[in-house]
């Protein structure tokens, strides 16, 4: 059972565009939601990140919007230069003694020069 | 270099075999975590040790046996190695603090490639 669901797999945008990734969850539970960026051959890092009693929170050209009530939250990368070109996954969890994460499906973006 | 280490990079072995996955962190944080990323690069947690105590142990093959020396170390061992276990290993590192004011530190993983 897929608890958190990410979209698109796949993302083009041009260079100085908005990029925007959709997550959605199904654990009320959940209590922390996290935006990790991948490149190729790297571990994945982490970007930014909210909690279920905020909105919306903005670092730099990264916003994650959250609407608890529809169970879903989202990532959009304003101004999406080359060097973002990536791969991201939300994930959601549930403080237990450790973190368990469950990851998106992840998203592949390509920002084109 | 502060940093969640793993070794190898790469590990290529057959069918059969037993293999082991070294990570050490060196950020003073006390709870480590095995993660595995699939052909499609889904990310699933796998274990995860908190100062040398087992904390989520998710459905896994019993072949696959974390151990922690201590808690700036977890390693992998994987015993009668399939097919199937062809996959990216990453380790992760965090305080024990509420998920928010500690994050996930990734490695850089280990490809594991099972012929």
């Known amino acids: 059972q897929q608890q958190v669901k990410q979209s698109p797999q796949s993302l083009i945008v041009q260079k100085g565009g908005i990029s925007i990734i959709n997550c959605a969850y199904e654990?009320?539970?959940?209590?922390?939601f996290p935006w990790y960026q991948q490149f190729p051959g790297k571990g994945p890092a982490l970007l930014i990140a909210?909690?279920?009693?905020?909105s919306e929170k903005k670092e730099g050209r990264f916003t994650i919007s959250f609407n608890k009530s529809a169970k879903q939250f989202s990532l959009h990368i304003m101004d999406s230069q080359p060097g973002d070109s990536a791969t991201y996954f939300c994930?959601?969890?549930?403080?237990?003694?450790?973190?368990?994460?469950?990851f998106g499906q992840g998203t592949r973006l390509t920002i084109n020069p | 270099d502060t940093a969640v280490s793993q070794t190898p990079k790469y590990l290529v072995t057959q069918m059969g075999n037993d293999k082991s996955i070294k990570c050490e962190q060196n950020?003073?944080?006390?709870?480590m975590y095995w993660y595995k990323q699939d052909s499609k690069k889904f990310l699933k947690i796998m274990f995860s040790y908190n100062n040398k105590e087992l904390i989520i142990n998710e459905t896994v093959p019993n072949r696959f046996s974390p151990k922690s020396p201590d808690k700036a170390h977890l390693n992998l061992h994987i015993n009668s190695l399939e097919l199937g276990d062809s996959a990216v290993y990453f380790c992760?590192?965090?305080?024990?603090?509420?998920?928010?004011?500690?994050?996930?530190?990734f490695g850089n993983g280990t490809r594991l490639t099972v012929t």
């Open positions: 654990n009320t539970a959940f209590d922390y």
């Open positions: 994930a959601a969890s549930r403080y237990q003694g450790a973190q368990k994460l469950v």
């Open positions: 992760a590192s965090s305080h024990t603090l509420e998920s928010y004011n500690s994050p996930l530190h």
């Open positions: 909210i909690r279920p009693d905020v």
């Open positions: 950020l003073g944080h006390d709870t």
